[in-house]
């Protein structure tokens, strides 16, 4: 008998910051999407700044694409990007893969990725 084990929970997490209204951000979903392919082991979301507000509060996103990058439940990046896929892949080798990234300090970012955490595994 073949068991089938289901996939054990990505430690990575990249999260796209976006909004609907936002042209670039919807250009960017695409290439996003390519990326995600080629890093199976890494949770990828969009989250649409608008309609999580709460989720996001109390960090105001202003700039569009903005990624949150982070390894287990440590934050190693957030800001704005170029919405170009090898900027993705950058960011994930040298954020994600290396172990000496150093963490991000900001508690309001630690706690956004804890409650992203929660919300995608309820």
Same mark, same amino acid.
């Given at each position: 008998?073949?068991?089938?084990?289901?996939?054990?929970?990505?430690?990575?997490? &990249? &999260?796209?910051?976006?909004?609907?209204?936002?042209?670039?951000?919807?250009?960017?979903?695409?290439?996003?999407?390519?990326?995600?392919?080629?890093?199976?082991?890494?949770?990828? +979301?969009?989250?649409? &700044?608008?309609?999580?507000?709460?989720?996001?509060?109390?960090?105001?996103?202003?700039?569009?694409?903005? +990624?949150? +990058?982070?390894?287990?439940?440590?934050?190693?990046?957030?800001?704005?990007?170029?919405?170009?896929?090898?900027?993705?892949?950058?960011?994930?080798?040298?954020?994600?893969?290396?172990?000496?990234?150093?963490?991000?300090?900001?508690?309001?970012?630690?706690?956004? &990725? +804890?409650?992203?955490?929660?919300?995608?595994?309820?």
């Amino acid at each position: 008998m073949n068991l089938v084990m289901p996939p054990a929970p990505a430690t990575a997490l &990249v &999260v796209c910051l976006c909004a609907a209204w936002c042209g670039v951000c919807r250009d960017y979903q695409s290439r996003f999407a390519q990326v995600q392919a080629r890093f199976p082991q890494i949770e990828f +979301l969009w989250i649409d &700044v608008e309609d999580e507000a709460d989720l996001l509060h109390p960090l105001d996103i202003e700039d569009f694409p903005t +990624l949150l +990058l982070a390894s287990g439940n440590v934050p190693r990046f957030l800001g704005p990007v170029t919405p170009q896929a090898e900027m993705l892949e950058r960011l994930i080798r040298s954020q994600l893969q290396d172990p000496a990234a150093p963490a991000l300090a900001d508690k309001s970012i630690s706690d956004l &990725v +804890l409650r992203i955490r929660a919300k995608t595994s309820a």
